[in-house]
Structure formats: C-alpha cells, structure tokens
C-alpha cells in the first residue's frame, strides 16, 4: 500500500493571526491544525493575554494559551507602530486569511479597516469576531464568555430548578464563536475559488449563543413561555438526565417510548410503561417530576456499575459520568488517537487534544507546540524580507503598554 500522508487539507494557505484570548485563536488553530502556515502577531510587552491566566502553568505560559496556539509561529509587533503596521502589510501581501478581534470603534481597527485592507488585497479573507456583533446597541461594548454566557441566555437554562443560574463548564461563549467563524472562513475561501475575490465574515459570541439555542429558541417562539432551569434535565424527553445512584450519579436517555418500555421491565416495574402518565414521551414530560421520583427511589439503591451493565445490553442509552482522568484514561480515546504528544522547547513532551475530524481515517497531526512569546519572530521577519539590522530595530523598539485589543 502507498504511504499515507498527513492530512492536511490547507496546506499551502497562509493566515495571519491578530485575534488574542480565546475565539479568534481557536479558529487560527484550528486552520494551522488542517495545515495552513499561521502566524500569531503578539505585542512584545506579554503577547496574548491567556499566557498569564493561569494557574496552572507549565514552563513559561498558563495551560490556558496553551490549549488554543498549537502548530503556531509567534511574531511580536507592536500593531500601533509604524513600523509594526508595515511588517504585518507585507505579512498581508501574500496572506490568504485574516483573523482578528479588535474593539469595534478602537483605533486597531480602524487601522486595519477591511475596506483599506481589500483595496490593497483583493483576494484576502478577513475573519472579525466580536462581543455582540457589528450593528446594534451592544455593538460597542466589550465582552468575555461569561458576559456571552449571561447576555445572551445560556445561564438562565444551565443549573438546578431551584439554585442560581450557573456557567457552562466550557467556554461556550467563545468557543461557539470560534466553530462559527471558522465555518465562515472556509466558506469564504471556497467561494474565492469561484469569484478571485475575498470577503469580509463577521460572527460574535452573541450570535453563536443564539444560534446554538436550537430547540430551546423554537420552544418559546411557540408558546411565548419563558423556560426554566432544568439542571441535566432536557426540556422535551423523560427520562433523559443525571440520576443517584448508590455510589454517584449516572445518565439515562430514553429518546422513544420503546426505550421506556425496556428500562422500566428492566428496573422491575413493566406497568410504568402502561401508566398513563408515563405511556408516551408526551405524557412523561408532563409528569417528568412524578417519573422521576420513582425512578430514583429504585435506582438510589445500587452503585452506577450494576445499573450500566444491566441497561447497556438491552440497548438502554445509559453511561457513567466520567472525570477528565477517566476520560483520558479510556480506551476509546486511546483508539481515537485524540491525544497527541509534542516537543516544547521549555516542557518537553507536552501532551494536546488532537483535531476531531480525520480525512480518509487519518487525523491531522499536533506538529509544533504552541510558540513561546516571539519564537519565531527573526525567523519570519527574515522571511519578509528585513535584514539583520532591520530586524534588530523592530525586535529592540521600547514596547508601548497592552492595550486592549478585542473582545
């Protein structure tokens, strides 16, 4: 058989990475992980903010940026330069993609405007992730993924009917933002293929939390209702949650009413599925509270093993709640090869969750680790052009303070 090779879809395209903190960097990863060359412009004073948001760290950089900056080069400029300005132009002469997330209205980015930036190259493809958007009221206004996560109604539905509304556990906000835009990239270059032309793509965190309300949207545009928190619960199948068992806790997920049927023979108690109550899905979410109460009382009293070697042979979707250690201690991922180890010029072996997508079975590789602050900043001034004494300038040049740059 022919050696397969890397999957590497991009290969050949080159991005230019302004984006700091999450979003922004997960969509430039995520093009450097399917082979495109991107490198990540840092001011010199600190670079990306998440190399400090930590603990924990480990060598120079919080985990944090660590986990978004993979099969990166670091370049540190100062963007409010005149100097810096010009050596990312001529990054930009030749450039494929684009990705930043500067404060709407702030000087950065007025001066990288997309219409400057497409007048001088027609075919680039400029990604800008925001807060809230580029139109509206909270257009202006600043924003993490916690404020995404408020804002926008991901907090009203996450957490117990009757605690305090609570945060995902991922960075939704940020992250949902990232998968869109980077749907909006790859769109964009397919379309330049047609047309020669560029194009300027726009999402925010706001936006990508609503689109991913899904079912929850639809279900008020229906009845008007505002919906309440339903902790693991989901709003429109019983039972489909978190149950006690006598050691923890575990998840069902009865998705017809023949599922119901086999787990409540298999609990023991066949005449549920006869109830009236309980007979149809319809019926079990009305009465989810009186279900579910029977439900515990049997299931609180074994351990979650017996209950998911009993329902798993009978095709009962049902699973343990893993920790992170459990998780990557699991064969499936083993099999999957989703983790992957890379040299770090200060770590060593550091250890990365690979890109969930494979081309044709292979997965494409963790090459490099994520950059320390400007590693390869002579190496790709050099490529630009700069000579030695050029280069020295730029990398010598006192550092303004960090100013805030995006979202």
Not at 196 to 204: A, D, E, I, M, R
Not at 218 to 238: C, D, K
Not at 380 to 392: R, S, T
């Amino acid at each position: 058989m022919p050696e397969q090779t890397p999957a590497a879809p991009l290969k050949g395209m080159k991005v230019i990475d302004l984006s700091k903190i999450l979003a922004g960097p997960y969509v430039t990863m995520s093009l450097a992980d399917l082979g495109a060359d991107v490198v990540k412009v840092e001011h010199p004073d600190g670079g990306d903010p998440t190399r400090t948001w930590g603990p924990p760290f480990n060598g120079p950089d919080a985990t944090y940026y660590l986990a978004a900056n993979r099969n990166k080069r670091s370049v540190t400029l100062d963007l409010k330069s005149e100097a810096g300005q010009e050596a990312v132009h001529r990054m930009l002469s030749d450039a494929d993609v684009m990705v930043e997330n500067f404060r709407p209205g702030s000087s950065l980015a007025r001066i990288f405007d997309y219409e400057e930036l497409s007048a001088r190259y027609p075919r680039l493809v400029l990604l800008h992730i925001s807060a809230f958007g580029d139109t509206g009221p909270l257009r202006d206004e600043p924003g993490y993924d916690m404020v995404a996560q408020a804002s926008a109604g991901l907090m009203s539905l996450t957490g117990e009917p009757d605690g305090p509304p609570v945060k995902a556990g991922y960075a939704m906000g940020d992250l949902g933002a990232a998968l869109f835009g980077l749907i909006g990239v790859t769109s964009a270059l397919v379309e330049r293929e047609r047309t020669g032309h560029g194009q300027y793509v726009t999402t925010s965190l706001y936006e990508s939390q609503l689109a991913l309300h899904i079912n929850w949207a639809t279900g008020y545009f229906a009845t008007g209702e505002r919906p309440s928190r339903l902790g693991s619960g989901h709003p429109s199948l019983v039972p489909y949650q978190a149950y006690p068992a006598a050691d923890g806790h575990f998840v069902i997920a009865v998705g017809n009413d023949a599922l119901f049927r086999r787990l409540a023979t298999a609990l023991g108690h066949p005449q549920w599925a006869d109830d009236d109550r309980f007979a149809t899905n319809r019926a079990r979410v009305t009465h989810r509270n009186a279900l579910n109460a029977k439900l515990e009382a049997v299931l609180v009293d074994e351990p979650v093993a017996h209950w998911v070697e009993l329902l798993k042979p009978l095709g009962v979707p049902v699973a343990a709640i893993r920790t992170l250690d459990e998780v990557y201690d699991c064969p499936q991922t083993a099999a999957l090869d989703m983790v992957q180890k890379v040299d770090h010029p200060d770590v060593g072996p550091l250890q990365q969750v690979a890109f969930p997508v494979t081309f044709r079975g292979t997965r494409p590789p963790v090459r490099t680790a994520p950059p320390t602050l400007g590693q390869h900043s002579r190496a790709v001034l050099a490529e630009l052009g700069y000579g030695q004494a050029d280069i020295d300038r730029l990398l010598s040049r006192p550092a303004a303070p960090n100013s805030p740059q995006g979202a």
